[in-house]
């Protein structure tokens, strides 16, 4: 199958995308078969967003304790 991932809209697609190389895998995986040969635990796509929403938290708390402390 030669269907290119990146045209379709997120929705409308039966398959994940490789978090390494970008190739299809099956659906709620995030790492192919390739990039992971030996089965071992990936990382979760909800793992992925609670990093970037810990980190956003994180650069909100630092500003305003800067702010706190310009005042
Ligand atoms: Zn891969």
């Not at 390739?34 to 929403?53: I, K, R």
């Amino acid at each position: 199958m030669t269907t290119n991932v990146r045209r379709l809209p997120p929705m409308a697609r039966a398959y994940d995308q490789c978090v390494r190389c970008g190739k299809a895998t099956q659906w709620g995986h995030s790492v192919c078969r390739e990039c992971n040969p030996a089965g071992l635990p990936e990382p979760s796509p909800s793992q992925y967003h609670a990093t970037v929403f810990t980190v956003v938290l994180l650069v909100m708390v630092v500003l305003a304790l800067i702010g706190i402390a310009l005042h």
